[in-house]
């Protein structure tokens, strides 16, 4: 606990107050559909790399390797090893010496290194009554768990640098998960509300650096005729454009497992597989061009449709000509006979309403202003 600080004489000057910090020259932002680092554009995916073994392999001071089983040693939530994080001290005072940027990754949906399983079974050593992993996703006390551990994480001073981990622009973004799914409700309700409250609470503790899901980037409810082009045709509970619509989050991801045939207990891919068992190169190569050519036209879509209503917002809130949008056309169900093709029906498209009302509340905010 800091220390109180007397009070300066009566007598004493008062001092003049000190502008507030620029933000970190080389911090990671989302520009439509580009990285940018200190105001440039930044391009990772050529020459960035997955290695979730780093701070391990950094912890152990003597031959920095074999010290994952350091986090055996964590009986309850709230309690880490002191040698394993300055390992992740390390690496970061490292990566920042070469200039190399960090997406760090807050859980894992998998039981490697605990998982969100061992959240479930920290609660179930105090004695509350969860009935599946996937109770971790809204049950009050894992949740509370989730939001301890993001804070402990993020407002760790790294030993070596002197500088919180929320400060260090270091780190590009946090990954809130590591592939989350929920196989207990498919409809993806239950992650949506998760990956709002999580994202939310991380900007609450470091409004600096971005968020990221850690999406696999399967297709749910909110594009129901995408669904069909998830690897062997399974929904797992997130869904790729509306889960990536939460205001909080500030880019999206998609992982490609194109060759893995291992299904787990509900006969969904663990990881993922081709569309048909055994298939040739050439068709899991299709796969790939089909689901990456997906993905990236999500992308600029939400980018566009942004885009005209940041325009417009941008215009009303500085007294400008533009100052609200019309959207061709609304519908509702059961009007099918009067569509033409270029219909919406907000029930039906999550996604879309999500960015519709964002815009709304926005143009509506200034009427507030006087």
């Known amino acids: 606990m800091a220390s109180k600080r007397r009070p300066p004489p009566a007598t004493a000057p008062s001092r003049p107050r ?43 001071p003597a031959d920095r390797s074999n010290a994952a089983a350091a986090l055996e040693e964590a009986a309850a939530p709230g309690v880490y090893d002191e040698e394993v994080f300055r390992g992740l001290d390390y690496e970061i005072a490292e990566a920042k010496k070469r200039e190399v940027h960090l997406i760090l990754s807050l859980v894992n949906n998998w039981d490697g290194y605990g ?35 993001v804070k402990a994480v993020l407002t760790r001073v790294n030993k070596l640098t002197g500088v919180a981990y929320k400060d260090d622009p270091t780190t590009f973004a946090w990954e809130l998960m590591n592939e989350p799914r929920c196989q207990t409700d498919l409809s993806g309700k239950t992650l949506q509300a998760w990956i709002a409250e999580m994202a939310g609470y991380a900007k609450s503790v470091d409004p600096n650096h971005m968020v990221e899901i850690g999406l696999e980037g399967f297709y749910g409810e909110s594009t129901p005729d995408r669904k069909t082009l998830n690897p062997g045709g399974y929904a797992v509970g997130t869904d790729f454009v509306s889960n990536n619509l939460i205001p909080s989050v500030d880019f999206a991801t998609n ?23 055994g298939a040739s190169s050439d068709a899991q190569a299709a796969f790939m061009r089909r689901w990456m050519a997906s993905h990236a036209g999500d992308a600029a879509e939400a980018a566009s449709c942004c885009m005209v209503y940041d325009a417009i917002y941008a215009s009303a809130r500085s007294g400008g000509p533009l100052t609200g949008g019309l959207f061709w056309q609304v519908m509702e169900t059961g009007m099918e006979g009067w569509t033409d093709g270029y219909d919406v ?26």
């Open 18 to 60: 000190k502008p507030p910090a620029a933000a970190p020259p080389l911090q990671g932002r989302a520009s439509g559909t580009r990285f940018t680092l200190g105001g440039r554009p930044f391009y990772s995916n050529s020459n960035g790399f997955n290695a979730y073994w780093l701070m391990y392999m950094a912890s152990d």
């Open 115 to 149: 998982g969100k399983k061992q959240y479930v079974q920290w609660a179930r050593d105090q004695g509350h009554y969860l009935n599946a992993d996937d109770d971790f996703l809204h049950e009050h006390v894992t949740k509370g768990f989730y939001k301890n551990h």
């Open 345 to 370: 029906v907000l029930g039906r498209c999550p996604s879309t309403a999500a960015v519709v009302s964002r815009e709304c509340a926005r143009i509506t905010s200034l009427n507030q202003v006087s």
């Open 255 to 277: 992982h490609s497992y194109p060759t893995n045939g291992k299904l787990n207990a509900h006969g969904a891919p663990m990881q993922w597989r081709p569309p048909v068992p």
